[in-house]
Each structure stands twice: as C-alpha cells, then as structure tokens.
C-alpha cells in the first residue's frame, strides 16, 4: 500500500483564511497573534504566488474582516487572492469557493487558519479531508473564544487526518524549495 506523504509543497498548497473578522479582536487573547500570522500568510501568498482564498462569515451580523487584513489585499490586488462573503455555512466550502479551487486542480493541499476554531475552521477542514485535499492547520493562526473549545476542536480535526504545523514552519519550507 503506497503512503500518502504529508509533506507540504508550497507549488500545491491552496491558502485558506476563515472569518478572520474584526469583533475576534476584543473576544480572543489569541488575535493579535492570528492577526499576525494571516498577514504573514497574505504576504508570502503575494511573494510566491499561492492562491489565497479569504472569507467572511454574514458580515452584517458578525462583523468585517480585520481591518488590517482588509487594507493589505485593497493595497495588493491580485488574481491569486479570491475573497468571499459566506452567508449560508459555516464551512468556507461554498459554491463560489468550490468553483475557485477548482481552478486549480493540481493544488490539493490546504494551509488553514482563522476563526472560529470549533465552528467554521472545523467545518472547513471536515469539509476539506471528505473531498480529498490534504488540510494543514496553521495553529498559532487558528483562535477561539475559548480555548478548551479551540483544544478540543484541533485534537477533533487532527484525528480526522488534518496535519498541525506553524506559520514558522512555512516559512522554512520557503527556504527549503528556494
């Protein structure tokens, strides 16, 4: 039986942001450090050309996308980023976003990061690992309001295959693959 190799290739990885929205910020201690992170990511997406898909979840009712988030892609368009207002599930997997990823059929691993843990991270990623896609979490990107809630969650998504790895640890893979 041939292992699938949990290696993250960065010429087959898909950027995921979920709900990265504005009330996190007096709601988690995390946030200033998952704020971090998703800028991070946002660059090195615009850097070396990985496909970045960000979402809100019903704006009107939970807020916008963090403010700093929101001014870095206004001051970095690109055809690589796709942003997307969710108003039906909690999974960033909605049609719209379904039909984006298929615009890249050779990318099949997915670095996820963002907000709720224990809600639309968690749906994402469950949603992710049925279609196939390798998921890694980003968990000094990831926050809940809780954090046995954000605990529980990442054992629940690492037990249905997702891999745990740090925005550091992208980092060095970049200096791997250059």
């Given at each position: 039986m041939k292992q699938t190799s949990h290696k993250l290739s960065l010429s087959k990885a898909l950027l995921f942001e979920c709900d990265i929205?504005?009330?996190?910020?007096?709601?988690?201690?995390?946030?200033?450090?998952?704020?971090?992170t998703a800028l991070q990511?946002?660059?090195?997406?615009?850097?070396?050309?990985?496909p970045l898909i960000s979402t809100q979840h019903e704006p009107?009712?939970?807020?916008?996308?963090?403010?700093?988030?929101?001014?870095?892609?206004d001051s970095h368009k690109s055809h690589?980023?796709?942003?997307?207002?969710?108003t039906q599930l909690f999974s960033m997997l909605?049609?719209?976003?379904?039909?984006h990823m298929h615009l890249y059929?050779?990318?099949?691993?997915?670095i996820l990061y963002?907000?709720?843990?224990?809600?639309?991270?968690?749906?994402?990623?469950?949603?992710?690992?049925?279609?196939?896609y390798q998921?890694?979490?980003?968990?000094?990107?990831?926050?809940?309001?809780?954090?046995?809630e954000r605990e529980v969650a990442m054992e629940q998504m690492r037990d249905a295959g997702a891999m745990v790895t740090t925005c550091e640890s992208i980092v060095n893979i970049i200096k791997r693959d250059q």
């Open positions: 929205q504005e009330p996190m910020r007096r709601l988690s201690k995390r946030f200033p450090q998952v704020l971090n990511l946002a660059q090195l997406s615009t850097n070396i050309k990985i009107p009712v939970y807020g916008y996308t963090a403010t700093e988030l929101s001014q870095y892609y690589l980023l796709f942003r997307y207002t969710k909605e049609l719209p976003v379904l039909y059929p050779q990318r099949t691993q997915c963002g907000c709720l843990t224990e809600v639309c991270v968690k749906y994402t990623c469950f949603d992710l690992l049925e279609r196939g998921v890694h979490l980003v968990s000094d990107g990831i926050c809940s309001i809780h954090q046995q």
